[in-house]
């Protein structure tokens, strides 16, 4: 018997942190490309689209929070992330000066934050036994690395030339979106391997079910039979036993 029950389990509940990884990913190459195509652009403009984009995303989850009544649920925190981009937003339109001069520290924390996301899905990866696994893996080590180089200006690499810093971000990008596709496939077919062993034991279960009842309406029709030859059995002596007595 097929199990027409099965719901397949949420593999992504967490729906504000896949937005978060795949908007900053997407972001990230964006900013790259722009950054190598038109080096004369000033950073400070760049402080102002992202403080704009922080505001309106938080306006978002916020009004989604309440539309959506995402209060219901225990573990939903999209109200308290809403509030945390609305402020972010803001200091970012308000200190925009502040935040170019230093824009190449933020730049690097983008790239760790989104190497220590791929390690995460290299464990899941790995632990699922997709074939991935690895190629995220050094996905995962490239980006931490070159994040180091970038906070720590080793070797004034990304000082000295910028572009490697704007490669660096599209790489990252690009490979968060990798990694992440890769979990997605995975998890796709661990439920339905998942799905197919839950039918295969039904069925078992069913075929044992259909056994156990056959014998058990096997062993009623024994019983039956025994009980109905111990009645004649027992008729046939006291039949026996009283034309003994006539014949007394």
Same mark, same amino acid.
């Given at each position: 018997?097929?199990?027409?029950?099965?719901?397949?389990?949420?593999?992504?509940?967490? #729906?504000? &942190?896949?937005?978060?990884?795949?908007?900053? @990913?997407? #972001?990230?190459?964006? %900013?790259? /490309?722009?950054?190598?195509?038109?080096?004369?652009? +000033?950073? !400070?403009?760049?402080?102002?689209? =992202?403080?704009?984009?922080? %505001?309106?995303?938080?306006?978002?989850? !916020? @009004?989604?929070?309440?539309?959506?009544?995402?209060?219901?649920?225990?573990?939903?925190?999209?109200?308290? $992330?809403?509030?945390? %981009?609305?402020? %972010?937003?803001?200091?970012?339109?308000?200190?925009? +000066?502040?935040?170019?001069?230093?824009?190449?520290?933020?730049?690097?924390?983008?790239?760790?934050?989104?190497?220590?996301?791929?390690?995460?899905?290299?464990?899941? /990866?790995?632990?699922?036994? &997709?074939?991935?696994? #690895?190629?995220?893996?050094?996905?995962?080590?490239?980006?931490?690395?070159?994040?180091?180089? !970038? /906070?720590?200006?080793?070797?004034?690499?990304?000082?000295?030339?910028?572009?490697?810093?704007?490669?660096?971000?599209? =790489?990252?990008? =690009?490979?968060?979106?990798?990694?992440? !596709? $890769?979990?997605?496939?995975?998890?796709?077919?661990?439920? +339905?391997?998942?799905?197919?062993?839950?039918? *295969?034991?039904?069925?078992?279960?069913?075929?044992? $079910?259909?056994? /156990?009842?056959?014998? *058990?309406?096997?062993?009623?029709?024994?019983?039956? #039979?025994? +009980?109905?030859?111990?009645?004649?059995?027992?008729?046939?002596? &006291?039949?026996?036993?009283? @034309?003994?007595? $006539?014949?007394?």
């Amino acid at each position: 018997m097929k199990n027409d029950k099965y719901v397949k389990p949420n593999e992504n509940p967490n #729906i504000v &942190g896949n937005i978060a990884i795949i908007f900053t @990913s997407i #972001i990230m190459i964006l %900013l790259g /490309l722009v950054l190598i195509m038109c080096q004369q652009v +000033k950073m !400070i403009y760049f402080c102002y689209g =992202a403080g704009g984009c922080l %505001l309106l995303w938080g306006i978002w989850l !916020i @009004s989604r929070y309440f539309l959506r009544r995402e209060f219901r649920q225990t573990t939903n925190y999209g109200f308290s $992330f809403g509030v945390l %981009l609305v402020i %972010l937003g803001a200091v970012s339109l308000i200190r925009s +000066k502040e935040i170019a001069a230093s824009i190449p520290n933020y730049m690097g924390l983008m790239v760790l934050a989104m190497g220590v996301v791929m390690l995460q899905n290299t464990v899941q /990866l790995k632990n699922l036994e &997709g074939k991935t696994w #690895i190629l995220s893996l050094i996905f995962s080590m490239s980006a931490c690395f070159a994040s180091v180089m !970038i /906070l720590l200006d080793l070797w004034k690499v990304m000082s000295r030339w910028p572009v490697a810093l704007y490669a660096t971000l599209i =790489a990252t990008g =690009a490979c968060s979106l990798l990694s992440l !596709i $890769f979990v997605a496939i995975r998890t796709s077919k661990y439920h +339905k391997s998942v799905a197919v062993e839950l039918d *295969r034991y039904m069925e078992e279960g069913d075929e044992w $079910f259909e056994g /156990l009842q056959s014998f *058990r309406t096997s062993s009623e029709d024994d019983s039956d #039979i025994v +009980k109905g030859n111990v009645e004649e059995s027992s008729v046939d002596e &006291g039949t026996d036993n009283n @034309s003994d007595i $006539f014949e007394e």
